[in-house]
Every structure is written in C-alpha cells, then in structure tokens.
C-alpha cells in the first residue's frame, strides 16, 4: 500500500534547487542551494547585526546545519553548536570535516572520555574553529571557563542549538542547562566587545515556543527574528495496530513485521530495559546486522554504531530517543514504535528518521498498555507542593550574597547557592539530585517572569576545597512577595506547561485510539496553521480514499543580493611560543 505505490500516486516533491553563488564551491562544496529559503536563511545568518537571534525553522531534509556550516566557513571566529545527543554530534562532526573549508575549521566533538582533553586543549589553543558540544558542557562542565574566556576576548563570535525545540520540553526537565543557556549566553554577550550571535535551527516549533525562545535568549539591546516554513512529510506512510497490545503479542506483530518491513529500519523504545530486552528476540529470530542504542551505550560503542549505520553495515537499529535526532540517513524505509510516545512531538520526530532521501517509508505504531501508561509519567516533574516550593527557596535565599547595584545604577542582584538543600530533603536525595531541583525551581521561576537569570558559575572558596555552583538572578518582582506568594506566584506557569504537555500526549491518544482522526491533520494543527499539510498516507486518510498531498516550494522573502567574500578565512593560532608565532606568519603569507 505504501513502498510498491505508482509513482502518480506518491505524493510528488516540487522542491527545485537554487544556483549558488561563485564562492560556494570552494568553501562548501556546493554548486546549489537546496531550496530559496536555505539560501535566505543563510543570508540572513550572515548579517545578523551583533547580539541578535535568529530564529530559523525549516523541514528535516532541507539543510538547516548547511546554514551554520557556511556561517563558520566565512567567519574567522569560533562557532559553537550545541546538540541534544551525542549521536548528533557525530554525524554533524562527520558532515562538516567532509567540507572544503574542513582544515581551516578544524572542526572538533567535545563529549566526556578518552579525547575529552584533547579537544579541551585545542579549544583552549584556538586551534579549533567549530565545537560541537552539548549544553552541559557550557553551561556547567569543563568548558564554561575557556568559553567565557573566548567571549571576552572576542574570539567566540557565534552560538547555534540545533534541535532548538527542545529547549522548552527537555529543558524544563532531565536536561535543564539547556534552558541555562541563555543565562550563558547573556553573560558572553555582557562581557564580549563586538557581541555574540544566536542561531536557533529546528524543523519542528510549536506555536508557544518562538515566544518562549525569545524571551530566553534576547536580552534588552538585542535584536530577535525569525523565519519558519514548516511543512509536513509527505513519504511517510502511517500505520498502527487495531487495538493496544499485552507484551507478547506486541514482540509477535513488530518481529513479524520486521520479517517483511524494508530496511534499513529503526524500532523505538522508551526504556533502557525494553531496549535491551529486544537482543534475544532479534537474536532467536534469525537478524544479524542489528545493534542496541540507549542512554547506557558508551561513547565509543556509540561512534561505532553511528559508523557503521552510515555505512549501511547495519539493517536494524533497537534504540531509545536518544538515537538519531537530527541524524541524516537519507534511506532508511522503516520506523516502529514498540512503545507509545508521550506526546505527538517525540512521535512525529522518530517517524521524520525515515524517507529523508524523498522516497517512501512506513511508520508503524504498535503500543502495549504498559507502554500507555509508561507515556503517561514521562512528563516533567514540575514542582507542585507549596511546602516543597517555599523550603527550596527559602533555603536558597538565606544563603544568598548580594551583588552590589553596577556604577550606572542598574538593579541589585543575587547569587544563590545551588548545592543548598531545604529542610524537607535533608539526608534524603544526592548532591547532584538536589542541586538538579534547586535549578528546575529557579527555572520555573525566570520562565513565570518572577526572576532573570544572569549566569551560572563554579567558584572554589579556597585552594583544595571542592568547587560549589553559583546562580546570579536578578528579581523581577518585589522579592519580599516572592518569600510570601511564590507556589501562588508559580501556579498559572505550572498549570500552562501541564497543559502543553497533556495537549501533544492527547494528540498522539487521538490518533491511535479513533478511526475518524488523520495523523496529518492532528500533526498540523499541534504545529500551528502555518504549518503546509502534506500527506503520502494515513490510515483515515486511506480509508477516505483522499489522495496524496503534494510539498510545495520552500520560500522566504528576498533580501540577497549576490557577493563575493572579502576575506580569505585560515586558522588563528595563539601567539604564545616560537612555534605559534611561525604558525602566524605563514598564515600571513597564505594571505598576502
């Protein structure tokens, strides 16, 4: 019904490519641009006035990294690229040392492990152009201080998240820097003399995130805009299980299915458990290029699977969320859910792994009733107990130190101490664990507009003793009305994000749980009407015998014009030894 379609019946692509400019070759390789908006996007990357962010939201598949690839290529500065997951770090690391301007940038991974320090030092050095890393690792890791390091010394000259929607889901729970990061970023921007630009790329934003966004990353002299085009897939082919499953039926109906599915061919799990769990079944059912990938895969059993995968030495991959976001293997002709996906976000992002190559490719959801209610707990532990609420912070704020009011008379602020824990929890939850709630709380309270955070910050009191995490806020509101009303204060944002979050877990019930609903329509109307439907086949839409949707042109408004680049990029080591100053020299004559 799907991959053995006529070709009339495909929902066709109408996507034309756009003539590059001359210099795009010898930088990037390309001769093209894939569509007008990645070359309007890019442009508008490229003159982004200092301090400013730029929001950018364009279809998986249609080159958002190409737009921060040619940023770097053109700018003689450090570029930082913040990824979700590591297997995203190492196909975009792959991605651009594949690019003409690869030795100029020197681009380079930064994941704990053996080459941590490596990278470290050649960070440190300025041998290193373009980092990718994750948002721990700036805000928090080790780093935060050569990085700050770089903005004042003007050398850091731009950010880019990738996948910036998940700043507001996973950042609001189990990965909460990603939402510190625009207190990193407002810092570097504090400290830097000609300002920090901000890329945000993804293809998926929901209505309430630009905002959220904005209000996260544009401080008050900095300029915000954005541009989505956002489009649904049109070669995914939906398909589901009448009704939900018990365990073994449900290991039945995937393995029959994989039995019969194209490859390669990817099964999604929630849990490390369920994960590991398919081993023996894929094992006593006769595969053999199959791999596990979860939260528990090392770093270089990770790189290797990522390799291979790439390489197709692999037909199967058992993995959680955190394998392939953003990861771009064009073929891959298969996706089964052998769980149920908390919310149509994390759903439609698993199915879009498929069919990025423009061809067919099959979705099946085949969920249990554990997996049901599995979905139903992964929601973000928003704090809710007004006792809970009031002693964290409490706690923080009777171990606060003020920070004076600057010479031209801007607001008091205050440092509060992250590793303080509230009578309630004494003796009861780890360090980590406590410094974690203490940072969610402070959260939930700058997203309710209560508090800005101004930076996060390791001190060490003295020589030898351990270093302890400092937060620097600024209130918003009388801060003797916080130390009375705060769960009264937090109750209309807490009830707003349970309501997003039940809004995508209700969409994705919807869809499986009713004959009537299309998968297209919901997934449209959860992005927003601006979002251009586009459907190869859903199993409502099949059975209304409606034929496939067909993509229309990726488009933003002109304002390129044609040029040439005026500088000739090369490598900028530091001038710290005979061997550095050589290194200068020959650079110089590289230019003249």
């Known amino acids: 019904q799907a991959l053995d379609r006529p070709e009339p019946l495909r929902a066709p692509r109408t996507e034309s490519e756009v003539p590059g400019e001359p210099w795009l070759k010898p930088h990037l390789g390309r001769t093209s641009w894939k569509s007008q908006a990645q070359r309007e996007a890019t442009w508008r990357a490229l003159k982004a006035p200092e301090n400013s962010t730029l929001l950018i939201g364009l279809p998986t598949g ?43 940038l020197s681009p380079m991974l930064y994941t704990p492990g053996e080459y941590a320090q490596k990278v470290l030092d050649a960070v440190q050095d300025r041998h290193c152009r373009l980092l990718i890393t994750s948002p721990e690792a700036i ?56 300002g920090i630009r901000t890329l945000l790329l993804s293809a998926t934003f929901s209505p309430s995130t630009p905002a959220m966004l904005k209000e ?8 915000w805009e954005q541009h989505i085009v956002q489009r649904l897939r049109p070669e995914i ?44 079944r894929l094992r006593n059912a006769g595969f053999v290029r199959w791999r596990l990938f979860h939260g528990d895969t090392s770093a270089s ?4 699977i990522m390799n291979d995968w790439r390489n197709d030495r692999l037909d199967l991959v058992v993995a959680t969320s955190a394998f392939g976001m953003g990861v771009d293997k064009a073929d891959v002709r298969a996706v089964v859910h052998a769980c149920f996906p908390e919310g149509i976000d ?50 923080m704020w009777h171990a606060r130190k003020v920070v004076p009011s600057t010479e031209d008379g801007g607001p008091v602020g205050f440092r509060l101490r992250m590793d303080v824990q509230p009578e309630h929890r004494f003796g009861r939850q780890s360090y980590g664990e406590n410094r974690q709630w203490n940072k969610r709380l402070l959260l939930m309270m700058n997203r309710a507009g209560l508090i800005r955070i101004e930076a996060i910050q390791w001190e060490r009191p003295q020589e030898g003793a351990e270093s302890i995490e400092w937060a620097t806020i600024e209130a918003q509101v009388p801060t003797l009305q916080i130390e009375k009303h705060l769960p009264e ?53 099949r ?4 034929q496939p949707v067909a993509t229309v042109g990726l488009k933003l408004e002109e304002e390129t014009q044609r040029t040439s680049p005026l500088v000739h990029v090369v490598q900028a080591p530091a001038i710290n030894d005979n061997k550095a100053r050589a290194e200068v020299v020959k650079a110089l004559r590289q230019i003249l």
């Open 62 to 104: 249609s080159g958002k990294s190409f737009v921060y690839q040619c940023c770097a290529a053109l700018e003689s500065a450090l570029t930082v690229v913040v990824v979700p997951t590591v297997a995203l770090g190492i196909d975009q690391l792959a991605a651009v040392s594949e690019l003409p301007c690869a030795q100029e």
């Open 301 to 304: 059993e990770r790189k290797a």
């Open 543 to 546: 059975v209304r015998g409606e």
């Open 237 to 280: 082919h939906y398909f589901r299980a009448a009704h939900w499953s018990d365990t073994e039926h449900q290991v039945q109906r995937v393995l029959e299915a994989l039995h019969r599915l194209p490859r390669p061919a990817i099964v999604y799990v929630t849990e490390v458990a369920q994960a590991e769990a398919w081993a023996p």
């Open 216 to 223: 996260m990353f544009v401080g008050e002299d900095a300029a």
């Open 139 to 194: 805000v928090s890791g080790h780093l935060a201080q050569p990085l700050r390091r770089h903005a004042q010394e003007g050398f850091l000259r731009r950010l880019v998240i990738d996948e910036a929607h998940l700043i507001e889901s996973w950042g609001a729970e189990f990965r909460i820097e990603f939402q510190l990061l625009g207190a990193t970023l407002r810092e570097w921007r504090s400290q830097a003399p000609a």
């Open 489 to 541: 204060m937090l109750r209309s944002q807490r009830e707003q994000e349970l309501a997003t979050i039940r809004r995508a877990g209700d969409a994705l019930l919807r869809c499986f749980e009713s004959n009537n609903v299309t998968m297209c329509r919901e997934v449209r109307s959860h992005y927003g009407a601006q979002t251009l439907r586009a459907c190869g086949s859903c199993g409502s839409c």
């Open 346 to 395: 994390r759903f439609y992002q698993e199915v879009g792994r498929g069919g990025r190559d423009g061809r067919p490719c099959v979705s099946l959801l085949v969920p249990t009733l554990r997996d049901k209610r599995v979905a139903a707990t992964m929601g973000p532990k928003l704090l809710s107990d007004e006792e809970k609420i009031n002693g964290r912070w409490r706690a």
